[in-house]
């Protein structure tokens, strides 16, 4: 992992190999470690940046509350202190779908295209953002274990634990292991994100949405209303995943990138 200073913060980022270059943004609350079966079957040929954000992994943590927006800023300012001077695939997932949103927005130049993995383009209701606020107090006043007892059974497919607890284990160990502080900001931030369902038919920028097919956080419905606002997006829907499915099924996902990304470099 190399050590990156952006924004007043020194973010960790694992970077690896050449070619395009794609940049994985990981969900919430987890870290960078979440994309490893991607890292692995991508760096091959790509050169992959996968930051821990801020406030998460090995990155440094601000108190308070941390916006999509600034989370965007910080991968834009990564890029360049990594002096990566072309357009970047952006794969994120749940929460790493909305900074891409916000990435979007405001660095669309930056991009060759958009991966979105089990995510949302609509704001939180009144009773989501209210659900976030708790969640930042309990994880402050409970710990980081807390949270993963709380969203865990919300994340997976039942086929996943089935076939292979370690991976649902393995989840669990980083949440917990992730700063109460850093989780309770990105909570907030969470629940300020704007809604960027009117501006779905003006994004130009090729993009994949992915999505596993018993994900109930980010339905496979919703997710096709996504793909179908969009003038220049293809969903996939995932067997055997829930909304963790590049850990769930990281080979069908990993199909689907491949698939994707052969689209507009061939």
């Known amino acids: 992992m190399k050590e990156i200073t952006v924004n007043g913060i020194t973010l960790a980022v694992h970077d690896e190999g050449t070619g395009p270059p794609i940049l994985f943004v990981h969900g919430f609350p987890l ?68 900074i891409a949103w916000q990435f979007q927005q405001k660095y669309a130049d930056r991009l060759r295209a958009l991966i979105l993995c089990d995510t949302r383009a609509i704001a939180d209701t009144p009773e989501g953002a209210e659900n976030r606020q708790r969640l930042a107090k309990m994880v402050i006043e409970n710990g980081s274990a807390a949270v993963a007892s709380a969203m865990l059974p919300n994340l997976f497919s039942p086929a996943t634990g089935d076939r292979d607890q370690s991976v649902i284990d393995e989840l669990r160990q980083t949440i917990a292991a992730t700063s109460p502080q850093g989780i309770a900001a990105a909570s907030l931030g969470m ?26 956080i ?42 994707f990304l052969q689209s507009f470099t061939s």
Request: aromatic content about 4%.
């Open 191 to 216: 629940a300020e994100r704007p809604d960027v369902t009117p501006l779905l038919s003006s994004i130009e920028t090729p993009t994949l949405l992915i999505v596993g097919e018993d994900d109930g």
């Open 31 to 98: 870290s960078h470690s979440m994309w490893q079966p991607q890292v692995f079957t991508f760096a091959g040929d790509h050169r992959v940046i996968v930051p821990d954000l801020r406030g998460f992994g090995e990155s440094d943590v601000t108190e308070g509350t941390v916006t999509m927006e600034q989370h965007a800023d910080d991968l834009l300012a990564l890029l360049d202190e990594l002096n990566v001077n072309e357009p970047v695939v952006l794969c994120g997932l749940s929460m790493g779908g909305y």
């Open 218 to 259: 980010s339905t496979p419905e919703e997710m096709k209303t996504i793909a179908d606002a969009m003038p220049n997006a293809r969903l996939e829907v995932i067997p055997k995943a829930g909304h963790m499915s590049p850990l769930e099924n990281p080979k069908s996902v990993n199909a689907a990138i491949h698939g």
